[in-house]
């Protein structure tokens, strides 16, 4: 037999909220985590995660499709953390939330279709095919990426036999004054 002692737990209070009016925003994705823990929670009508952690440092990515996604840290200490982020309207989209892209693929596909995943590297005769980290401004460390299979060669996971495409959830931009799109894409094409 062997006798097990539960960690101490602190209880917290994720607040999420709209920047401009200040009310609460309700299901929003709100993802914490450390080296230790992984925890995904859905805020709930009056934009509110209550729940328990051990102490420590956290990090936490919150986002909701309509609102830019954020990411900070927090301590979980002996007192209840109560802790309020403010969400600005826009688009926004670092992967490190599920904000609910499809992927569409020719049925002729053979490998390679696009997932949401921590990039694993490749290399040829020296030349990163396929890199190993996330863009360095993003919150997290996923990606979209094609090919992403763990310890394959390069030639293993590429995309073969058709197209495949990732679709943004729809945006309503009707309110916005000006709009610049941005992204950053790794492409790297070898051997044929």
């Known amino acids: 037999s062997v006798e097990l002692s539960p960690f101490d737990t602190y209880g917290i209070q994720v607040s999420v909220i709209d920047a401009f009016d200040f009310t609460g925003i309700p299901s929003a994705s709100v993802n914490v985590y450390n080296e230790d823990f992984n925890f995904d929670w859905v805020s709930n009508q009056d934009g509110f995660v209550t729940s328990s952690l051990i102490p420590g440092v956290y990090n936490v990515s919150i986002g909701l499709w309509g609102y830019q996604t954020i990411c900070s840290e927090f301590t979980v200490e002996e007192n209840q953390v109560e802790i309020t982020f403010d969400l600005e309207k826009g688009y926004s989209d670092d992967f490190s939330l599920d904000l609910g892209w499809l992927v569409e693929n020719e049925s002729s596909l053979t490998a390679g279709a696009w997932e949401r995943g921590i990039p694993n590297g490749t290399d040829y005769q020296g030349q990163t095919l396929n890199p190993s980290i996330d863009a360095d401004e993003d919150c997290g ?27 943004s959830p729809i945006m309503d931009l009707s309110s916005f004054q000006s709009i610049t799109l941005s992204f950053s894409t790794w492409f790297q094409n070898a051997g044929g």
């Open 141 to 167: 460390a996923q990606a979209y990426i094609t090919g992403n299979t763990v310890n394959a060669s390069f030639y293993e996971a590429d995309v073969d036999g058709g197209r495949t495409s990732i679709l």
